[in-house]
């Protein structure tokens, strides 16, 4: 079955980039069918979508995060990848990557639930 | 504060019926569907209810979904101590153009 796991450092300076990757196996991002997400969780607190990324490499964010945040993916090594610029303390949250399905109609596709989640890994920002 | 309002906690006796509302809005529960996650301590989230009412395959049907205007519901009957955990609704927002969430609600099987 499809799993993901995320990597990357686990504590960051401030001011500096966060870099996180998600690798999935057991299936492939190229299939199709699925959005890519991340999204966090802040120490004791509930979960925030951050944005997510399609195999075509279209992307769509969450508003509030939308000027510092970039996500992309790489098909040839089944991976997608987040990247958090200038970040604070208040980025410090587990982060987790998670497989999203959709639902479109003639206009538009909707965001649906996260099926897959990975284990999440906890990113720490401070100096 | 959380877009969509869920009781912070619920409790109730093993073997027993527990609901968990969710409270939001037209611009999300009322035109989108809902979903519902259950997180263990130290655990990533697990998709409990998706489409608001369907089931994962491997979710036991003591785990239920539903919807009415702006609120969902979740349902857990048979309480077992192993269901003591966060659970959490979803949807997206079409007015914030964002996926939302509940705050979540702790709960304690005594």
């Known amino acids: 079955q499809v799993q993901l796991q995320e990597s990357g450092p686990g504590l960051v300076k401030p001011s500096q980039t966060l870099s996180l990757t998600c690798t999935v196996s057991?299936?492939?991002?190229?299939?199709?069918?699925?959005?890519w997400s991340w999204i966090r969780q802040h120490p004791g607190k509930g979960l925030e979508w951050i944005g997510y990324i399609y195999n075509s490499g279209s992307t769509y964010y969450n508003p509030s995060l939308k000027s510092r945040v970039t996500i992309s993916v790489d098909t040839s090594k089944n991976q997608f990848s987040l990247k958090l610029s200038s970040v604070t303390a208040a980025d410090t949250a587990v982060y987790y990557c998670?497989?999203?399905?959709?639902?479109?109609?003639?206009?538009?596709?909707?965001?649906?639930?996260?099926?897959?989640w990975g284990q999440g890994t906890m990113v720490t920002v401070s100096s | 504060q959380s877009v969509l309002t869920q009781p912070p906690s619920v409790s109730a006796a093993p073997g027993q019926k527990v609901t968990i509302s969710c409270s939001g809005s037209?611009?999300?529960?009322?035109?989108?569907?809902v979903s519902w996650y259950q997180q263990l301590p130290g655990t990533a989230p697990k998709l409990l209810i998706y489409d608001n009412n369907k089931r994962p395959s491997g979710i036991p049907d003591r785990f239920s979904g539903s919807k009415s205007g702006t609120s969902a519901t979740l349902g857990i009957t048979g309480l077992q101590t192993g269901d003591e955990a966060d659970y959490y609704c979803g949807t997206w927002d079409s007015s914030l153009n964002t996926v939302v969430f509940g705050g979540g609600t702790k709960l304690t099987v005594l």
């Open positions: 037209s611009s999300n529960i009322g035109n989108n569907y």
């Open positions: 057991g299936g492939s991002i190229s299939s199709g069918g699925y959005y």
């Open positions: 998670a497989r999203e399905g959709f639902h479109c109609s003639t206009t538009s596709c909707t965001p649906d639930a996260f099926d897959i």
